[in-house]
């Protein structure tokens, strides 16, 4: 891999081999060494104010069409009018990342959602009060966001050496995990305080940072000659091609594909919460039901120290995922409140684990010029995922009960992905 764009600093003594490691409470803890790295640093500090100011509009939006129309129906439909912007303009927007410079998209895409925000506040603060304008504005910040997240991620591998990945990822997405349960908090103190128009205002001003950090990033063109048609419709279908020739990214895809499919149950998540924990208040339970699988992850991005060096990806994927069915089984057959949400939180350790080492996977195994694709694919695929297993655990629910589809859900997983291991041995067998 070409690191000619990370940092020339000493690397930390422990990522040198044969160096002294990490003892004491420091072997456990996050493991930072991506952050002396300067470039990689700007990037990830820039999403430390974004990881917030996102969710910020992301409660502002369906507050807003609920408050104009009192249906939650428009709200869900409104959540599917940004779907598929995000599908379409996420798998274009990996082809367009592998034939350009990685930052120059950037600076664009981060200047899109800066301005989309900025809309949303007009469109609040001067009262319009139309749905059709709402949704408009969702699925265009949709699109931005499609296209400048498969180039934001395919660059961390030209910002650190392929040994810090699973550090780097675990970083962000502990970063990001921590802005799902700060954020929503923080908009619902803010909304009697300041009103529901400026939490829009605020993320705009919070991506105005991310443009500034991203500014100060290295150049990061292609490494290669680029292709013609590359950044269309051609250079899709080239990505779909490289993945089904690649049986770990295959795999590593499928592996996601079981676990939140098979396995997400956040939308029984209300119907628990009124039957089977009412006794506990039902605002109460459905609280922490919702919280605890982020809670979950954040505590496994401070301690992933503990991981983050494996060398054994595939296995770190392979085992996190059985956890993880593990854990949703045990979550479907608790009766207790408490052991539910230890479960969920022991899910959400899982789910990291299987983030940083499919993260890294995508962009240790796949080429540079092809990571802006791969990482398109994982943008839907981590987007879609949840949405389908909504529909999946709602059927299953009303049919057999809440508790047995979600019970029944985490063996499913267990079940699909030991046979996909014993199958297919690619993904067991990669390492770095």
Not at 241 to 263: C, E, N, P, Q
Not at 350 to 364: E, H, K, T, Y
Request: aromatic share 8%; net charge positive.
């Amino acid at each position: 891999m070409d690191t000619s764009e990370s940092s020339t600093e000493a690397p930390e003594k422990d990522s040198v081999p044969g160096a002294p490691r990490r003892r004491g409470l420091r072997r456990w803890a996050m493991d930072t060494r991506p952050l002396r790295r300067p470039a990689y640093r700007r990037l990830w500090s820039s999403t430390i104010v974004t990881a917030v100011g996102s969710q910020l509009t992301a409660v502002a939006v369906p507050k807003q069409i609920y408050d104009i129309t009192g249906s939650s129906a428009w709200v869900g439909t409104a959540s599917l009018a940004g779907l598929l912007p995000l599908i379409v303009f996420a798998l274009w927007g990996g082809a367009i990342a592998d034939s350009m410079d990685r930052r120059k998209l950037l600076l664009i895409t981060n200047s899109g959602i800066a301005v989309t925000s900025l809309l949303f506040w007009i469109q609040a603060v001067t009262g319009l009060e139309s749905v059709a304008v709402l949704m408009l504005l969702l699925a265009l910040q949709q699109a931005f966001w499609g296209l400048n997240a498969p180039a934001r991620s395919a660059s961390i591998a030209r910002l650190v050496p392929a040994e810090e990945l699973p550090a780097a990822n675990a970083l962000g997405s502990t970063v990001m995990q921590t802005g799902q349960i700060a954020g929503p908090l923080l908009a619902g103190a803010l909304i009697p305080v300041i009103g529901l128009p400026e939490l829009y205002l605020i993320d705009a001003v919070a991506l105005c940072v991310t443009v500034w950090a991203v500014y100060r990033l290295p150049a990061l063109p292609p490494l290669t000659a680029v292709k013609a048609g590359s950044a269309g419709l051609r250079g899709v279908l080239e990505g779909f091609r490289y993945i089904s020739g690649h049986a770990v990214l295959l795999l590593s895809f499928l592996a996601d594909i079981v676990a939140m499919v098979l396995g997400m149950p956040r939308a029984l998540f209300p119907q628990l919460a009124s039957e089977t924990y009412a006794p506990y208040g039902e605002g109460f339970a459905l609280g922490l039901l919702f919280a605890a699988i982020p809670v979950g992850a954040v505590a496994g991005g401070l301690f992933s120290g503990t991981f983050s060096r494996a060398r054994r990806h595939g296995w770190m994927v392979i085992g996190a995922v059985v956890v993880w069915g593990v854990a949703i089984t045990g979550f479907g057959l608790s009766g207790s409140l408490w052991l539910a949400v230890a479960f969920l939180a022991l899910a959400g350790v899982a789910d990291m684990v299987s983030m940083v080492f499919r993260g890294a996977i995508l962009l240790s195994a796949a080429t540079d010029e092809m990571r802006g694709r791969m990482q398109g694919v994982f943008t839907v695929v981590v987007a879609g995922g949840p949405r389908l297993a909504d529909v999946l655990h709602g059927t299953a629910g009303s049919a057999f009960g809440p508790r047995t589809a979600v019970a029944g859900g985490g063996i499913l997983v267990i079940v699909a992905i030991l046979t996909l291991t014993a199958t297919m041995p690619a993904l067991r067998r990669y390492r770095v």
